[in-house]
């Protein structure tokens, strides 16, 4: 119930191309869908987060789709650039009492080639 | 500060030593959590803390593991008898509203922890 699946573990994008990540969850209390990069050595920082009751929600770049009656979710990174090179993981937050934690993906290493 | 940040960045004890890890979170910020992140996996919540409420413990994997947060800022985190399964990268996070809808939790870079 608490788990969040994300796929693919890896990806290779040419610079320019479009980066695609997918996460899929089960628990349908959960009311805020983040999504997080990070670089090697660094802790996660927020790169763009979604609420349930929107479907899209794009800034720059970077879009998420969201689809509520699937229980999926994707990250959109659109003309991906080499700095975007990182791991990315999807999150979503418990929506009961005090269940404020993310419980995240387990991770996507993007490589953007030059 | 400007961030959260976490003290050691990387410590190596042996097998059945206690470690103690600390963070400082964004000043005014008054939810904390720890998170724990094994090597190629993602971060698995261990325990949170609101304002003076009773933290939420319920991600701690043993009762080795044990935390407290003091004056409501700093955190420090207990791992006794430590396993080479408690191996991982620890982190730290805070955040100023975590009632709101859309919060940020902000990370600090994590402690090492590497247990021979």
């Known amino acids: 119930q608490q788990q969040v699946k994300q796929s693919p573990q890896s990806l290779i994008v040419q610079k320019g191309g479009i980066s695609i990540i997918n996460c899929a969850y089960e628990n349908t209390a959960f009311d805020y869908f983040p999504w997080y990069q990070q670089f090697p050595g660094k802790g996660p920082a927020l790169l763009i987060a979604i609420r349930p009751d929107v479907s899209e929600k794009k800034e720059g770049r970077f879009t998420i789709s969201f689809n509520k009656s699937a229980k999926q979710f994707s990250l959109h990174i659109m003309d991906s650039q080499p700095g975007d090179s990182a791991t990315y993981f999807c999150?979503?937050?418990?929506?009961?009492?005090?269940?404020?934690?993310?419980?995240f993906g387990s991770g996507t290493q993007l490589t953007v080639l030059p | 500060g400007a961030g959260v940040s976490q003290s050691p960045s990387n410590k190596v004890t042996e097998k059945g030593k206690d470690v103690e890890l600390r963070c400082d979170p964004i000043?005014?910020?008054?939810?904390l959590y720890w998170y724990r992140q094994s090597l190629g996996q993602g971060l698995e919540f261990l325990i949170y803390f609101q304002g003076n409420s009773a933290p939420d413990k319920s991600g701690l994997p043993s009762d080795r593991f044990s935390a407290e947060r003091t004056g409501g800022s700093v955190s420090t985190l207990t791992i006794q008898r430590t396993q080479q399964e408690d191996s991982a990268v620890y982190l730290c996070?805070?955040?100023?509203?975590?009632?709101?809808?859309?919060?940020?939790?902000?990370f600090g870079p994590g402690t090492r922890l590497l247990v021979l």
């Open positions: 996070a805070s955040s100023s509203q975590p009632s709101g809808m859309e919060e940020t939790q902000y």
């Open positions: 999150a979503a937050r418990g929506g009961k009492g005090s269940a404020r934690q993310l419980t």
């Open positions: 000043s005014g910020h008054t939810a």
